[in-house]
Each structure stands twice: as structure tokens, then as C-alpha cells.
């Protein structure tokens, strides 16, 4: 975060040239914002910003939260999710009082964050968009900026361990169906491959996300 404070300024030469200090953030007024989808997480320990002679103040935050976000999961496992991370503040109007503006185009805070994002984790980091609006509650308008992340899932996994063999049980199915096998051959095999076909459900049902309206078109097959 970054603002400014008309009153806090001073002219380095009068004070040994110094031209920055470190406060508490309980010092000066700060910024109160907060993430609208956050549902869990741990608070930053770094309770300090910057001052800068200029009467500019900077504060770097590392926050560690959990959000919400709602999963469309109808192609899994070659599905591309989207979430939402807002950052508000709803004490401040924004037509007098408080407007917020990102400091970085989207596409350097995208290479930033893939600097940071796992590489080798079951998502891959494809896109990030900001969207900068205000929000009107009770007639009055307050500043929103919303980072719109895209995350690409990584199929690999799925197709080796649910896909693959699924296939190779049809195939089986239908190999033991029209062979020259007698009927109490096949109607074991069919019953082995019911057995199958049910313990991979079970491991399909364990390994899918729950929290989508449709289900995905391999869990309906």
C-alpha cells in the first residue's frame, strides 16, 4: 500500500539528511482494507510502514489467507477455474474520502506472482485482470479493486490414474462381450469389471471438488 499525507513531510537537510523512518502502523492513519472473500487466515506480524520526507507512506503487508471461490468443474480434468480477490473498504466513501488505484499494470504484477506461484503443484498460473469499480451500499459509493485470477488445472495426474484405466475397462468390456468366450466366462468378467468400474468411481468421487452446480461430464460417464 502507498498514500500520501500532506502533513507529514519535512525537509531532510534540517534532520541530518534523513530522508525516511520506520513507524508503527498505529502511528499515522493507514488505509483500512479488507478482503471481501476471505473466509480464513492468518493476520501479517509486520506492523510497520515507511515515511517518506515527500509525506509518502508505504506499507509492505504479506498476508496468508484462505478464499472462497466458485468451481465450474463440468470439463475436469481439463477445466480453467477463475477467483475473485477483492479488496474493499466500506468506511470511507469514495466520492470524498477514499479511493483506491493499483500502482502496477496487470501484467507485472502477473510475472511477479508467477515468480512466487509452485510450478510443480496441481495448478497452473495462466492469467490475472484488475477490475476497478465502486460498490454502492445504502446510496453511498466505495472504492473496489478486484484481482481476477485464472488457474489452468494440470490433467496429467487424472488422465493416468482415472481416465486410462476407465478406458481400458470399456475396451475390456466390449473385447470380452463380442469374444469366443462361453457365457460363464463372460458373465464373470463382466462382474470383475462392475467391481472395477465401482472402486474407480469411488476413487473419482473422492478426488472431485464438491462445491460446483454441474457435475463433471467424466463423474455422469
Keep these: 500500500q502507498e498514500w500520501q499525507n500532506p502533513f507529514a513531510t519535512w525537509d531532510p537537510q534540517d534532520f541530518c539528511n534523513i530522508s525516511e523512518i520506520v513507524l508503527p502502523m498505529d502511528t499515522y492513519w493507514s488505509p483500512p482494507v479488507f478482503i471481501l472473500e476471505r473466509v480464513n487466515g492468518q493476520n501479517p506480524e509486520l506492523n510497520y510502514m515507511v ?9 509492505t503487508r504479506p498476508f496468508q489467507v484462505t478464499l472462497t471461490c466458485s468451481l465450474i468443474i463440468l470439463k475436469f480434468p481439463f477445466d480453467t477455474q477463475t477467483c475473485n480477490l477483492s479488496i474493499a473498504s466500506f468506511l470511507y466513501p469514495v466520492v470524498t474520502d ?5 500502482r502496477r499494470t496487470p501484467a507485472e504484477i502477473m510475472r511477479d506472482s508467477q515468480s512466487f506461484f509452485l510450478t510443480d503443484g496441481e495448478w497452473k498460473f495462466t492469467n490475472l485482470s484488475i477490475i476497478e469499480y465502486t460498490e454502492v451500499v445504502d446510496d453511498k459509493g466505495f472504492s473496489v479493486v478486484t484481482y481476477v485470477i485464472s488457474m489452468e488445472r494440470r490433467p496429467t495426474l487424472y488422465i493416468l490414474n482415472l481416465i486410462l484405466p476407465t478406458c481400458a475397462l470399456y475396451v475390456l468390456d466390449m473385447a470380452v462381450l463380442f469374444g ?7 458373465i464373470n468378467f463382466q462382474i470383475a469389471i462392475i467391481l472395477g468400474s465401482s472402486m474407480l ?3 473419482l468421487n473422492n478426488s472431485l471438488p464438491t462445491s460446483s ?3 463433471p461430464i467424466i463423474g455422469t460417464h
Design 98 to 102: 477514499f479511493v483506491m488505484k493499483t
Design 180 to 186: 469366443p468366450s462361453s457365457l460363464e466366462e463372460k
Design 213 to 215: 452446480n454441474k457435475p
Design 201 to 203: 468411481a469411488v476413487i
Design 51 to 59: 515515511l517518506m520526507h515527500n509525506g509518502t507512506f508505504n506499507s
